[in-house]
């Protein structure tokens, strides 16, 4: 059974440009999230959607950033235009409905911005 | 939004001992909670659930203090496997908060 999967694993990239990153949940799970993991921050959870629509994104900490779940098997995080800060670890979780339900991470996208 | 606070440690501890720690939050309506475990450089993979009854899987046993608001976990016999970091995970029902970890060392 397939994991939550991301793409690129890797980015590296000059500041100013867009970088977008790609997340495909786990089949049937209905919400899906977007982390960021930096050494002085931890994880914070950046936005999250239920049923492809996004429930609150007050996580995410620019206008720069953005994210769209156009179906129930795709989601992207998109930053424009990239800076320095926005170098971490960025994180995809996908889980069932319902607050007791667990989050099944991906391997992250580790993003270095030049 | 309120916060989840662990030690970050390190904790070095001997291989075959016992450790615990522990994870407070604020928010006295979070709703549920859970353990993660992170490697180095890997994602967080979950390790176990914390209901209010408290609840054992093997050698891990977790526990749910609503009155005092903090949340534990137990490690039996540890194992030089068990080096990692440990986050608490607290749903509020409207956001999710993770701690930032304690890290474990288990020392041969």
């Known amino acids: 059974d397939a994991g939550v999967i991301q793409s690129p694993r890797h980015e590296v990239t000059e500041m100013g440009q867009e970088v977008t990153l790609r997340c495909k949940p786990i089949?049937?799970?209905?919400?899906l999230f977007w982390y960021r993991q930096t050494m002085m921050r931890g994880l914070e959870l950046l936005i999250y959607?239920?049923?492809?629509?996004?429930?609150?994104d007050s996580g995410m900490p620019e206008d720069r950033f953005s994210a769209k779940m156009p179906n129930a098997s795709f989601s992207t995080l998109k930053i424009q235009p990239s800076e320095p800060r926005d170098s971490a670890v960025y994180f995809c979780?996908?889980?069932?409905?319902?607050?007791?339900?667990?989050?099944?991470f991906g391997d992250g996208t580790r993003l270095s911005i030049l | 939004r309120k916060e989840v606070e662990q030690d970050p440690g390190p904790f070095n501890v001997p291989e075959g001992a016992t450790v615990a720690f522990n994870c407070t939050y604020s928010?006295?309506?979070?709703?549920?909670f859970f353990w993660y475990r992170q490697d180095c450089r890997k994602e967080p993979k979950l390790l176990m659930s914390?209901?209010?009854s408290g609840n054992e899987d093997g050698r891990f046993t977790a526990q749910l203090n609503r009155a005092s608001q903090y949340i534990s976990l137990l490690i039996r016999d540890s194992k030089l496997s068990d080096s990692a970091t440990y986050l608490c995970v607290v749903n509020m029902g409207s956001w999710i908060i993770f701690g930032k970890g304690t890290r474990l060392h288990i020392l041969p």
């Open positions: 979780a996908s889980s069932g409905t319902g607050n007791n339900q667990p989050q099944h």
């Open positions: 959607f239920n049923n492809n629509v996004p429930i609150d």
């Open positions: 089949s049937g799970h209905n919400s």
């Open positions: 928010n006295s309506a979070s709703q549920s």
């Open positions: 914390v209901y209010s």
